[in-house]
């Protein structure tokens, strides 16, 4: 979509470059950007010219930049060990859009936009990534991605605030994890997700989104009981409604989907 509001756009090189002027908006991949009129926003930052490589293995796991795309985050040589690697293309195909739109589409939008069915969000939700964020003051905090996503589009970054990397520890990659999801239509968009992982010692997270307005995250210093399992589920209060799900036929499915998930990982 033309954007017929814009009427200047800039080359981010360095982070003074990120301070924004009224009006002006961060660009990324812009897959959601240009899919809609965005009349409050007369001006765009190109975070891509920043230079950031896409992704970088290290001692203490997979730290992805912003501005990686889906398709790039499927390119990590993913060590013998990461027994979690799979669920970053199941998390990815989880997508309702195009393979085409991976090449675009990039990790912290999906985060940064925070709709309930982020595919981004499920992924690192589910192994306890966390966001390194700038702060305007030339520093950076840090949060896990479970307490950055408030809410149905609602994220705790503050004015001036910009997401830098999604860091990925090694323990979460060496996890074996089971994926459960489901919609109202053979291709339709997400309406509850389910990803479970399975540590070496047997404490077992279980990660719900789509299904709900944030993420939720559970753990167990074992491989859960269905009563377990069930009693940690209603704990959940934010059921999502909109037109792909209503909020007890989610919950019903995410209950089910969540047995599903034990139920595959048990040793």
């Not at 559970?218 to 934010?238: K, M, N, S």
Request: proline content about 7%; aromatic content about 6%.
């Amino acid at each position: 979509m033309d954007l017929s509001s814009i009427t200047s756009m800039r080359a981010a090189r360095s982070r003074d470059d990120l301070a924004l002027a009224p009006g002006e908006s961060l660009l990324a991949g812009g897959s959601w950007l240009f899919s809609e009129p965005q009349s409050a926003t007369s001006g765009l930052v190109d975070l891509t010219t920043m230079g950031w490589e896409p992704w970088c293995i290290g001692p203490a796991g997979l730290s992805i930049a912003a501005t990686c795309t889906i398709a790039e985050l499927l390119e990590p040589p993913a060590p013998a060990d990461w027994t979690a690697a799979p669920l970053f293309r199941q998390c990815a195909e989880a997508f309702l859009m195009s393979f085409k739109i991976w090449n675009t589409a990039t990790v912290g939008g999906n985060l940064c936009l925070a709709l309930p069915a982020g595919a981004m969000i499920s992924l690192a939700t589910a192994l306890d990534a966390s966001c390194v964020v700038w702060t305007p003051d030339g520093g950076e905090r840090h949060e896990p991605v479970s307490s950055f996503v408030r809410g149905a589009g609602r994220t705790s970054l503050a004015e001036g605030e910009v997401l830098r990397s999604v860091e990925l520890p090694i323990g979460a990659l060496q996890g074996r994890t089971a994926f459960r999801t489901i919609a109202l239509t053979p291709l339709g968009r997400s309406s509850a997700v389910v990803i479970g992982r399975l540590d070496p010692d047997e404490r077992l997270t279980l990660a719900v989104t789509a299904a709900t307005t944030r993420p939720h995250v559970f753990r167990f210093g074992h491989p859960p009981t269905d009563d377990e399992v069930q009693d940690a589920l209603r704990t959940i209060e934010d059921w999502y409604s909109d037109a792909h799900g209503a909020p007890d036929w989610r919950a019903a499915m995410t209950h089910q989907l969540a047995y599903e998930v034990c139920e595959e990982l048990k040793p």
